[in-house]
């Protein structure tokens, strides 16, 4: 083990976040280690191996792998466990598709991946978690440390809990917090209700004739079809969805013909996209409005258009009490000035929805940057270390405050 190094810049209040602040230079040396080596949804081999060995040298009493292929869960049993109750915490591990452009030590060692969105750290402030609450174990009931593959379009959430995860370790209510870069380092945010939106992919194939270019009268041309329906998508949300809700449609990518073909009218044409919404009934308005404005514009134009449309996440709805619950224990740890209760939700997706549509819960937005910093999902993106007592000690107040011992058992 390492020694104590220059306690964290980053300060905060209690016993829990003093106490992990001891072990700083290890947590960072175990992210920094997780972020040379990133794996993908559903790869996590090497993680979850330090995940297993990080729990165990913790003094967790029970280590599960292969929880939705390649999931990790840890249970600790607090001092007295006469509740009966079970709290979960939950870190996402995988990484991304993407090659890292920072030169640093711990810089990617795999090429073509890289932890652009903080896993690697929100993992080390779970296991950092994991160690206080095993070394303390001040509080009755059971905490459950969920370890959760492949969140980066994998539905690695979804995954574990088809696998048993909330019948094995039935918890009344899970938490999970996320870097946010666009935060100054030492805040935190949340809000009941909506925090990040569905995530929807939608795929139109538009099938015309084929042709020449100097002779259009003779196709049915895919590519015009396709112009008119991105153009006319864009309505929808501004004439079909009320101002006061969210909606997003972005048609990002069209695929049509050949560079090369300069005068050849293809017969086809494909447009993918993505739907973003918070509320279920504007999220099936738009699907069903979607569909009937394909169909309809290219039959106008003697064509036809099939719509595929998946619904990949939901969005992620923190419940009121366990919103406000965690918005107060992260003011006992930074003070009410550094705590935003109603923060504005993101169009980004998150499948930690999965776990709030199964059980309450609250997702938070942990600050790691401040203005200028590198956004997530960059190819300069960094983790900042700074923040990991922080994380790891808000992972554990939660649990601590949701499961408090009676006064007799107080340290």
């Known amino acids: 083990m390492l020694a104590a190094a220059t306690p964290p810049r980053i300060r905060a209040h209690g016993r829990a976040f003093s ?78 598709t993407m090659a890292e452009e920072n030169d640093f030590p711990w810089k990617s060692q795999n090429a073509g991946m890289m932890h652009g969105c903080g896993h690697d750290g929100h993992v080390a402030m779970l296991v950092g978690a994991a160690r206080y609450l095993a070394e303390t174990r001040n509080f009755d009931g059971t905490a459950v440390l969920i370890f959760q593959p492949g969140e980066e379009g994998f539905a690695g959430a979804k995954a574990m809990i088809e696998d048993g995860l909330f019948q094995r370790w039935p918890v009344e209510s899970v938490f999970a917090m996320h870097n946010w870069p666009s935060m100054k380092p030492g805040c935190i945010g949340t809000t009941p209700g909506p925090m990040m939106a569905s995530a929807d992919r939608v795929k139109i194939e538009i099938a015309g004739k084929g042709g020449h270019g100097a002779h259009p009268y003779l196709a049915v041309d895919p590519v015009l079809v396709a112009a008119h329906i991105i153009t006319a998508a864009q309505s929808i949300v501004s004439r079909n969805v009320r101002p006061v809700e969210g909606a997003v449609i972005s048609l990002c990518a069209i695929e049509a013909g050949d560079l090369n073909a300069m005068s050849v009218i293809p017969g086809k044409a494909t447009i993918v996209g993505t739907v973003r919404t918070f509320n279920p009934e504007v999220q099936a308005l738009i699907e069903r409005r979607l569909t009937e404005l394909c169909g309809t514009i290219a039959i106008g134009f003697g064509a036809t258009a099939q719509v595929s449309y998946e619904r990949i996440y939901p969005a992620t709805i923190n419940s009121a009490r366990e919103a406000m619950f965690a918005a107060d224990v992260a003011e006992s740890l930074v003070g009410r000035e550094q705590v935003v209760r109603d923060m504005e939700p993101s169009m980004g997706a998150e499948d930690f929805s999965f776990m709030l549509q199964a059980r309450p819960g609250a997702y938070l937005r942990i600050g790691q940057g401040g203005e200028g910093s590198c956004m997530l999902h960059n190819a300069r993106y960094d983790f900042n270390d700074e923040i990991l007592p922080l994380g790891a000690a808000l992972h554990a107040s939660l649990l601590e405050r949701s499961l408090p011992l009676s006064p007799g058992e107080q340290p």
């Open 19 to 96: 106490h992990i602040a001891e072990f700083h230079p290890e947590l960072t040396a175990l992210r920094r280690d997780l972020h040379a080596n990133p794996e993908l949804g559903y790869e996590e081999i090497y993680t979850g191996k330090r995940v297993h060995e990080a729990l165990r040298l913790c003094g967790v009493d029970e280590v599960h792998t292969g929880v939705g292929r390649t999931g990790v869960v840890g249970v600790i049993r607090g001092r007295s466990t006469a509740s009966g109750r079970l709290i979960g915490l939950r870190a996402d591990m995988d990484a991304l």
